[in-house]
């Protein structure tokens, strides 16, 4: 089966450094995105790997290890509207995307 | 960016009526639109890829005659809920692929949440 692993939640402070991981088992890959998820919102694009390495973009960073299936989201100088969860998706071989549970992040003075 | 808008943003019917939910893209054309819900806490669930002018392509375990979907044309898709239950309530996403994208990102409508008293 197909499957995305990413922690459940995550605590940090502002202006720390946050690292969210997620690893994945899907049959093919075309690509993993971050989304962002405020709640009762819609989810917002954050950012979109599909190469090996560190795919910076302001305060957010991406990375992506095919060989491991792994990824992780960072996030620098966080601040309270980061508040959000954090999700994660892979498009496997029919280029479908498959969803993790999402990461709620939160954040505290 | 590309721009998709949802309609009602939150509806509240009773039991055995049918409600339906408007997913429009503003600035470009969408062959291609997708059916999302979405439970408290939960991760996005896939219920249909809705293709303009043919019928829709439904999920596994998502009924067809009960989620009915209509993508009259290139900037709209409707589902309507039909005799909804309590079990339905839930968080509604639409979202769009932009053509000149790549099929790289989608996006999202504000989504429609649906509580069935």
Known sequence: GQNIDQPTEMTATEGAIVQINCTYQTSGFNGLFWYQQHAGEAPTFLSYNVLDGLEEKGRFSSFLSRSKGYSYLLLKELQMKDSASYLCAVKDSNYQLIWGAGTKLIIKP | ?117
């Open chain 2, 1 to 117: 960016g590309a721009v998709v808008s949802q309609h009602p943003s939150r509806v509240i019917c009773k039991s055995g009526t049918s409600v339906k939910i408007e997913c429009r893209s503003l600035d470009f054309q969408a062959t291609t639109m997708f059916w999302y819900r979405q439970f408290p806490k939960k991760s996005l669930m896939l219920m249909a890829t809705s293709n303009e002018g043919s019928k829709a392509t439904y999920e596994q375990g998502v009924e067809k005659d009960k989620f009915l979907i209509n993508h009259a044309s290139l900037t709209l898709s409707t589902l309507t809920v039909t005799s909804a239950h309590p079990e339905d309530s839930s968080f509604y996403i639409c979202s769009a692929t932009p053509p000149t994208s790549g099929q790289l990102k989608q996006y999202f409508g504000p989504g429609t949440r649906l509580t069935v008293t």
